[in-house]
């Protein structure tokens, strides 16, 4: 099932949101259910729900409902329900907003459950870290990832086209798509995504010009010059025909279901890798992975290794425990485990990831070799994103868009950026 919310929603619940920190615990009302909400494709729902299954069948009694959205969708119907006090038990929490809600009081600190309820025991250090704010573990790491691009391999040998590698440029993949979209051997089909709107891909991009997008202290960490640099990169893709056309990339809205490479328009898109497995179950074509392209041969790469979701816990759930044990029951039971597979990104409980790499398919695989040989392409995890980033890959995906269709040029669109992201942050 997937819900959609307006913009004045959104707005609306966003600025509800604000005030959270000023109510109360008795405040919040009560809900009789255990309710998750999480983004994803179908595939990931079914994963989801049969984890549900095995877990109501452990504990009599239980009822559980979910519900998924899109990640564009997602985010403004949170905000609206944890506005409305009417939050899901069990929430589905990114790397880029866990800081934001967590110091508006809308997830309880999970550090008391530890080890009874909840046994990270084996979990990577750095990657319970990364689930933290001020002290306080507030998310649940459910798998690594990294960033990366999904390659129709199938698209390339029919356009005579080598498979770029880990050294492949931005130039070169530059000509590598155009001379895909020349080749014509599929209707209405070009070289890659345009992924100028893409945060990711921008972050991948400044990180290898040694920058950031947000400093530990919550300031912005990269320039007008490299935003503007950034965009006109794309906007020469785009008259070179290397890239899908702004029209084709409009039909994106945040799903594997409206990618460029699903919808059979492009042979070359950007993901995460947990979100590989999903599009491999819904395109025909054998695809792989591969990382972003460097912006010269000797770049070290921008890439790095991440949570790729985590779950929180709502602080006004009326049943805190239960959602702590099902939160536990998901990233140790063995069972769930076998489920749940590499979808959400690779284990990080070790006991599981041996349960995992013992049953991986061919298409399970990938992905875990990807992140695992990454080597001198990764860097260190950057700090999470401070209070109002969120509202700033919004700015950014509708300027990459004004500059596609020629509403405002790369220069004014980087300084536009620079200075919105500013804006955002110092109200955040």
């Keep these: 099932m997937t819900f959609r919310v307006s913009r004045r929603n959104f707005v609306a619940g966003g600025a509800t949101l604000l005030s959270l920190s000023a ?36 504990n009599s009694g239980t009822s559980i409902t ?23 038990d069990v929430i589905q929490m990114d790397y880029r907003y866990i800081v934001e809600y967590a110091r508006r009081g809308a997830l309880a600190p999970l550090e008391s459950y530890m080890p009874s309820k909840l046994n990270l025991d084996d979990f990577d250090p750095a990657q319970i870290e990364g689930g933290k704010v001020d002290g306080h573990l507030y ?10 691009t999904v390659v129709n391999t199938m698209a390339l040998q029919e356009a005579g086209v080598e498979m770029p590698t880990n050294k492949t440029t931005w130039e070169e993949l530059g000509r590598m798509g155009a001379e895909i979209t020349k080749a014509g051997k599929r209707k209405g ?6 992924g100028s709107g893409a945060e990711p891909l921008f972050e991948n991009y400044v990180r290898q010009r040694g920058k950031a997008l947000y400093t530990a202290d919550s300031k ?27 029209d084709v990339q409009a039909l ?62 709502s602080a006004q759930s009326k049943a805190l425990e239960q959602a702590v044990d099902y939160v536990n029951f998901f990233v140790k039971d063995p069972e769930a485990a076998k489920v749940l597979d590499v979808e959400r990104g690779i ?6 990831r041996d349960v995992v790499a013992g049953m991986l398919d061919d298409v399970g695989k990938i992905p875990l070799n ?59």
């Design 189 to 194: 089909f070009f070289g890659f995504a345009d």
């Design 220 to 246: 912005i960490a990269f320039g007008a010059d490299d935003a503007s640099e950034w965009f006109d990169m794309w906007a020469k893709f785009r008259e070179a025909q290397a890239c899908v056309p702004p």
């Design 66 to 88: 979910g519900e998924f959205l899109g990640w564009s969708d997602y985010w403004p119907r949170l905000a609206t329900q944890v506005a409305g006090r009417n939050a899901p």
């Design 139 to 148: 998310g649940v790491s459910l798998g690594a990832n990294s960033a990366a």
């Design 23 to 58: 109510l109360g615990p008795g405040a919040f009302a009560a809900d009789a259910r255990l309710r998750l909400l999480w983004w994803g494709s179908q595939p990931r729902a079914d994963r989801t729900n049969k984890v549900s299954d095995l877990y109501k069948a452990k």
């Design 347 to 352: 284990p990080e409980s070790k006991a599981m």
């Design 252 to 313: 994106y809205k945040d799903t594997i279901d409206t990618a460029p490479l699903t919808l059979g328009k492009a042979a070359i898109d950007y993901a995460h890798s947990n979100q590989f497995v999903g599009f491999q179950a819904v395109v025909k074509d054998k695809l792989t992975l591969n990382n972003y392209p460097l912006i010269k041969a000797d770049s070290k790469g921008g890439h790095y290794r991440k949570p790729s979701m985590f779950f929180s816990v």
């Design 370 to 428: 990807y992140v695992a040989n990454l080597g001198d392409l990764a860097g260190p995890l950057p700090p999470p994103p401070p209070s109002g980033a969120g509202e700033g890959q919004t700015v950014l995906r509708q300027l990459a868009e004004q500059v596609a269709f020629g509403q405002v040029t790369p220069a004014d669109a980087g300084k536009q950026l620079v200075d919105e992201i500013t804006r955002l942050l110092a109200r955040g």
